[in-house]
């Protein structure tokens, strides 16, 4: 991971297997700048995909990230960056095998050096995964930008994309491995029986009977489960609904989107990454100056924390929503 401070715009290089893959988990999050796909680690100057790929070259596919630190600090970087890859294969990622493939963390500086092989340290001792983490921990080198037509592949090619990615075993390793496994027994115990209902059982409560439908108060809105912030009050708006309604989420990464054929009806369902709560829907209705988005949100699904409590809540970082 290369990292450059100029005030508090930064730059990160992950290597983490094939880079289609390591742009959307960054791109249009949060004081994400850019995300540009190339190569790195290497001898050779200004390769190309194809000499990369042969192995010769000693690079490894990588993506450089652009981003404000002030805004998405670098530590959620490194965790965004674990959440894509396997960190104990040595020989490569998923089906692509080979040296370009493999994945590391390069340092530039003493301080980025400590945050890694602390973070790395952390997975280590986590028990998430029963083999040794191998991910690399090295020294900086140049960063080459790959060729035009793998500039944001996910975009440009979002169904061969998909494919790929379902393909290569990618996508069904972080599911498998990268979801919080909850306790749902222990769950039912901390939660109300409303808040079960909507989050464990894909539930929803009464319109105008629930407890943020016309929160008017600043702060920001939790999971319920895991405590990972979902949306702002600056982005909330009354939507005539009875359910707490927004333009949009604090990071849209922690989102998931899937669709739901209940109730004789095609609804986009929206659930949390971390803890996989059922949270409500989005609709394409809201207002058009703001994306023209609605995420319909069950107050169930969410704990609300006021501004003057996120610094003592540990979301400290947040109060530069209300600035």
Known sequence: MIYVRTTTKEFATFAGG???CMVEPFDERPGIISVTSGYTGGTVENPTYEQVC???TGHVEAVQIEFDSSIMPYKKLVETFWQQIDPTDPYGQFHDRGESYQTAIFYHTDEQKQIAEASKQELENSGRFSKPIVTKILPAKPFYPAE?????????????YRLYKKGSGREDFIKKNWRNKLDKSKLKKQLTSIQFHVTQENGTERPFQNEYWNNEEE???VDIVSGEPLFSSTDQYDAGC??????KPIDLYQLKKEIDSTHGMVRTEVRSKT???HLGHVFEDGPKDKGGLRYCINSAAMRFIPKDRL?????????RLFE
Not at 149 to 159: G, N
Not at 242 to 247: A, E, H, K, L
Not at 311 to 319: A, F, N, T
Request: aromatic fraction near 24%; charge should be negative.
């Open 18 to 20: 094939c880079f289609w």
């Open 54 to 56: 042969s192995n010769t």
């Open 148 to 160: 035009e037509k793998h500039q944001d592949y996910y975009k440009k090619q979002s169904f061969h």
């Open 219 to 221: 702060g920001i809105y």
């Open 242 to 247: 009875g359910w707490p309604s927004f333009t």
């Open 275 to 277: 803890a996989d709560s």
């Open 311 to 319: 610094r003592e809540e540990g979301y400290e970082e947040y109060l």
